[in-house]
C-alpha cells in the first residue's frame, strides 16, 4: 500500500484546512485510517483514525469538535477537514492505515504510513 498526503498549507489561525490520504495499492477499505502529527523536536503524536467500516471516528481531545475524518473508499481517499486553526496544529501531518486494529491510536499499531504534508498556521 503506497499513501500520500496533501492538501497541507499556510493558513491563519481560525482557517479551516483539508488533508487528503490517498491510497494506491491494495484498497483503503480494508484498513483502518489515522492520521498523525508530528511538531519540530516532538514527538509523533495521534490526531484521528476512521474504522475500517467508516461508521466508528476517535479523535485526539486537543483537535475534538474541530476536526472531523471522512472516508470515500469508491476513491481510495481518507478526508481530514480541520476548522477553527490554531498555531499549536502547526506540523507534519502524516496518514497511516492499520490492518488489524479497529481504532488504533498509537504509531505502533499501523502498517503503513505516508510521507507528511506541512500545515502551518499562523497566529
Known amino acids: 500500500v503506497q499513501l500520500q498526503a496533501s492538501g497541507g498549507g499556510l493558513v491563519q489561525a481560525g482557517d479551516s484546512l483539508g488533508l487528503s490520504c490517498a491510497a494506491s495499492?491494495?484498497?483503503?477499505?480494508?484498513?483502518?485510517v489515522g492520521w498523525f502529527r508530528q511538531a519540530p523536536g516532538k514527538e509523533r503524536k495521534f490526531v484521528a483514525v476512521?474504522?475500517?467500516?467508516?461508521?466508528?471516528?476517535y479523535f485526539a481531545d486537543s483537535v475534538k469538535g474541530r476536526f472531523t475524518i471522512s472516508r470515500d473508499d469508491a476513491k481510495n481517499t481518507v478526508l481530514l477537514q480541520m476548522n477553527s486553526l490554531k498555531p499549536e496544529d502547526t506540523a507534519v501531518y502524516y496518514c497511516?492505515?492499520?490492518?488489524?486494529?479497529?481504532?488504533?491510536?498509537?504509531?505502533?499499531?499501523?502498517?503503513?504510513w505516508g510521507k507528511g504534508t506541512q500545515v502551518t498556521v499562523s497566529s
Open positions: 476512521i474504522s475500517r467500516s467508516g461508521g466508528t471516528t
Open positions: 495499492g491494495r484498497t483503503s477499505s480494508s484498513y483502518a
Open positions: 497511516a492505515v492499520a490492518a488489524k486494529t479497529t481504532i488504533p491510536v498509537v504509531p505502533e499499531r499501523y502498517d503503513y
